[in-house]
């Protein structure tokens, strides 16, 4: 498994514009137009890309420093592996803009062309209870984005008009100067100046989007949650958020979930752990005692001689693994109740136990000593 970090050479503490600028140093190398269709370099311009667009996200930065590649695994389809084409388009998307570096090596097959472009990601967090997380739930979320405008039809042109191919980029949407460098003759691209590098001219705005072929508006999204996710995990719904201008695709809306304490449990992936109070009577005699679920209840039954901290696990009673067969467990703590107050014949039966009760001389083993430690972190 790739370190993320190792393949772009810099540090886990690299800040944004570091991981950038070492991704740009790289790309220049493994370019596969620049090492005539090498598959070395191209498999290399691909990894990089898969480490730089991982870490240049927050979200899946966050996420991968907590649990490596499993937990973009685990970001119910926000991780898997950049092919060319994924890995060409991150490039010019990042980096193709930039003054002097857009198509460095020429004949970019129309990758950093001009034409409508996709509308940028939409982020929205979305709160869950554990119950939820359970079962899986599908939820509908109001969402403000932008739509495309209902008057021009997105185009940007005032009906009856239309837009005019570019004069200066003849409608690429870009242009080229040929410049003189170490590697011999280097094609540099850059979006035209006239039309923005749209490759067209509006010369009748949409009088309601003023040629920006998109209106902000309120519109419903359904998120099908799978069961198992925590808190921090995300998904990608692809093709759901802005639209871009004049006709653009539209971006994806990442939804990060927030999943809701339940005062009844403690979680540790998919393993749940609570903790259950019981009378000494049914510790020493046994009895059925009923512990929580994360759907309702159900009943343990408790052998008689039981200790006070017995831990009960119940296989395949927690939570599913997000995107995954199984069901992790439940740990159930048994402990031993002490009222805070008594009534008189509660307070004479337990006087009258303590005087002809006892005292145990056995000690506890070094083992119950040493676990006691190693949960207070000693």
């Not at 997380?133 to 984005?145: D, H, Q, R």
């Not at 405008?149 to 003849?170: I, K, M, Q």
């Not at 971006?251 to 609570?274: A, H, K, M, N, Q």
């Not at 002809?356 to 056995?362: F, G, L, M, T």
Request: aromatic share 6%; glycine share 14%; hydrophobic share 30%.
């Amino acid at each position: 498994m790739a370190d993320y970090y190792n393949t772009l050479g810099v540090e886990r503490t690299a800040s944004d514009d570091e991981i950038k600028k070492a991704y740009r140093k790289l790309a220049m190398t493994f370019h596969p137009d620049r090492n005539n269709g090498s598959r070395e370099a191209e498999e290399k311009f691909k990894e990089i890309t898969e480490a730089y667009d991982a870490l240049r996200d927050p979200v899946k930065r966050s996420m991968y420093d907590r649990y490596g590649e499993a937990g973009l695994r685990g970001g119910a389809g926000g991780f898997h592996h950049v092919d060319l084409s994924e890995a060409l388009n991150i490039f010019m998307r990042d980096l193709g803009g930039m003054s002097g570096f857009g198509d460095l090596f020429g004949g970019g097959g129309g990758r950093g062309g001009g034409g409508p472009r996709t509308g940028s990601e939409i982020r929205i967090s979305m709160p869950l209870k554990l119950s939820e997380v359970a079962t899986g739930v599908e939820k509908t979320v109001t969402v403000k984005l932008l739509a495309s405008c209902d008057r021009c039809e997105g185009s940007g042109a005032e009906p009856g008009t239309s837009a005019n191919r570019c004069t200066t980029c003849a409608g690429a949407g870009e242009v080229r100067r040929a410049q003189k460098s170490f590697f011999g003759q280097v094609i540099s691209v850059s979006p035209c100046p006239t039309c923005s590098g749209e490759g067209t001219i509006i010369s009748s705005p949409c009088r309601k989007c003023r040629g920006e072929g998109r209106i902000r508006q309120e519109e419903s999204v359904v998120v099908k949650v799978p069961a198992g996710v925590a808190t921090g995990q995300y998904m990608t719904m692809r093709g759901v958020g802005n639209v871009g201008p004049r006709g653009g695709g539209r971006g994806d809306v990442l939804v990060v979930f927030e999943v809701e304490d339940d005062s009844r449990f403690e979680r540790d992936g998919e393993d749940l752990y609570c903790e259950v109070l019981v009378t000494y009577a049914q510790l020493v005699f046994g009895a059925d005692v009923e512990v929580p679920t994360v759907s309702g209840s159900m009943t343990l039954h408790v052998p008689p001689r039981t200790e006070s901290g017995h831990v009960f696990h119940l296989r395949a009673r927690g939570l599913p693994r997000v995107n995954a067969t199984g069901v992790g467990d439940l740990h159930v703590r048994l402990q031993l109740y002490t009222p805070e107050e008594l009534g008189p014949e509660e307070e004479s039966l337990i006087r009258k136990l303590g005087e002809i009760q006892i005292a145990p001389s056995e000690r506890r083993s070094k083992g119950f000593w040493s676990k006691v430690k190693e949960s207070l972190g000693a």
